[in-house]
Structure formats: C-alpha cells, structure tokens
C-alpha cells in the first residue's frame, strides 16, 4: 500500500514504524518544517513534501495517517477520505461532536475505512485482560481499577482537557470491556495555574464497577506510568508499567487459589500492532476494533466526564 503520513513530530515515529512493515510499498511524509522532513528523508529514504495537496491530489496514495494536532483532524480526514483514501487517525480523534459527526459521515459516503489508533486494545496487558473477561476465565469480572499517571511532560492537562487527552485510552478499554451503559460521576482537582489536574472517574454497571484515575501533576521524579487492578470472582490481576528516561518496568501478577503467579507475556509494541491491523483491515477490506465509532464512543463518554467536572467548579 502507499502510504502518507501527515505530521513530523508523532508523525516522524509512525514513519519509522511503518517503513519497516510488510505491505507498505512507498512512504510520503508531509510537514512544515524542512530540516524534520531533510532528516527523515536521509534517516528512512521516504519523498517529502511540504505540500499536503500534493498527496490529496494523489490518486496513487491508498491511505493517509494523520499526526496532527486533534483540532486538525476533521480537516484532513474529510478531505482524505473525499479523495478516495482511508485514513488512520491519531488520539484523541478530535475535540468536538460536530466534528466527530461530520468524520463519521465522510467515512460513510466515501465507502472508505477510518481508524483510530486506540492503541490500547492491543497491548498484551490489556489484551490479556480483555480475553479472561470474555472467556470467563476466572469467573466474573467484578470491579477493575485502571490508572495513567505523568509528571507535567505534555502541556495543558488540566480539568477541562485531561479526560479526552489523557483518560482517553482507558475509557476506550472500558467501554470495549463493558459497553456504554454504566451510570457515571467523576471528581477532580487542578493545580493553581490550571494546566495539571487529577481525576477519579467511578462506572456503575449492573453487574460491575470500573474506576480510572488519571492524574497530570505527578512529581517529577515519578515515571510515566499506566496500570489496572481486575477483581474477578476467582482471581485477582495486577499490572503496572513505569518508564523513566526510556527504562521500561512492568510486570503482571496473577493472584489464585494456587498462589501468585507471574504471568510473562509476549512483548510488543502496541503502537506499531496497532499500525499492522490498519494496515492489513485496509488490504482486506475487513471489519476493525479500532473504527472511529468505538472511539467516539470514548470520546463522548470523555465529553460528559469533562462537562460534570466542570459543574464541579462552578
């Protein structure tokens, strides 16, 4: 497949990603500035262009991953798709409903596929606990607690933006656990300059409960950190991953009747799984876990967390 990616920040990664993908036959990276578009060219041997018209006019170009800001990803959605292209579309896919709507209806008169990498489907972690709960290996899956938490790396995640900038992966696992019909309510509390929040989000299901706690405003010496607490009816799992300077720790408990059990899982990289599937539902023209309706599903779920927080504060 040919391929442009849109984007010379998170755009330079999935350029290195999918240039060593089976698949792929040619590699377009669009961007504004020359020196990122020079280095990746030397470094990958992709074309450039600081034209993005270049590649919507392109009918050679069978997909377009789009890196950009979430406040641009309507634009170039629409116009991808209005050119007979599939789309891959970074997180969050947009900020807006309308803007939402407006992707999901270019994606329906085009016949074309648009995806969003909810990368968190397929990490083996996740995964896992995704099978167990759909296998009833363990009997029923009683209450999860899900955690992501970050020293002030990533700019403005205060109250009004954590939910759908950084709570968003979780509530997309929920909802792929779950479903949609849960009752829901959230607290949070933000620093004195507004921009680092924490937030505890409670999901009531009729036969479970789901918490997520997000928090922006770790001490800096806190690594990056995601994880999740399962409560089954015959077990408990315990995960945690923490990075620090590029040093990755993690491991898996898995607590029965028989003892604690580490549980070794084949290691992958979620983001470039989550690139492959795309890949290969485009190739195929086959069904996805990762299509833009599950993630304004999360999204719209992120929404009214925000607009209860915000009720909080007035």
């Known amino acids: 497949m040919n391929i442009a990616v849109l984007g010379t920040g998170f755009g330079a990664y999935h350029a290195h990603l999918l240039k060593k993908m089976d698949g792929v036959d040619r590699l377009v990276v669009f961007g504004r500035s020359k020196s990122k578009l020079q280095k990746l060219q030397e470094e990958l041997h992709v074309e450039i262009t600081e034209h993005v018209d270049e590649i919507m006019r392109d009918p050679t170009i069978d997909v377009v991953d789009i890196c950009l800001p979430s406040q641009l990803h ?8 209005e050119t007979g292209k599939h789309v891959f579309c970074e997180t969050p896919v947009c900020y807006t409903l309308d803007d939402a709507q407006a992707m999901k209806h270019a994606r329906d008169r085009s016949g074309k596929k648009l995806l969003v990498n909810q990368f968190i489907k397929f990490d083996p972690a996740y995964a896992y606990l995704r099978s167990a709960h759909a296998e009833n290996k363990y009997g029923q899956l009683l209450s999860l607690s899900l955690k992501r938490e970050t020293a002030p790396l990533w700019g403005d995640l205060g109250l009004s933006s954590i939910t759908t900038n950084l709570m968003i992966h979780e509530l997309d696992f929920v909802t792929w656990l779950f479903g949609r019909n849960a009752s829901m309510s959230a607290w949070g509390a933000e620093s004195s300059d507004k921009k680092q929040s924490i937030v505890h989000s409670h999901f009531r ?4 409960h789901a918490e997520i706690v997000s928090s922006s ?8 950190t995601v994880g999740y607490e399962a409560y089954f009816e015959k077990a408990k799992l315990v995960f945690q991953e923490a990075d620090s300077h590029g040093q990755t720790e993690s491991f898996l408990w898995e607590y029965t009747s028989s003892g604690k059990n580490a549980l070794v899982l084949e290691p992958v990289n979620p983001y470039e799984e989550s690139l492959r599937h ?6 195929e023209h086959t069904e996805s876990i990762i299509d833009v309706d599950h993630a304004v599903e999360s999204f719209e779920l992120a929404l009214a967390l925000q607009k209860q927080l915000a009720r909080q504060r007035q």
Do not use: H, K, N
Not at 74 to 81: G, S
């Open 205 to 208: 299901y009729p036969d479970a």
């Open 74 to 81: 309507r634009q170039y959605a629409v116009e991808a798709l």
């Open 278 to 283: 795309a890949i290969q539902c485009f190739a």
């Open 217 to 224: 405003q770790m001490p800096t010496s806190y690594p990056f």
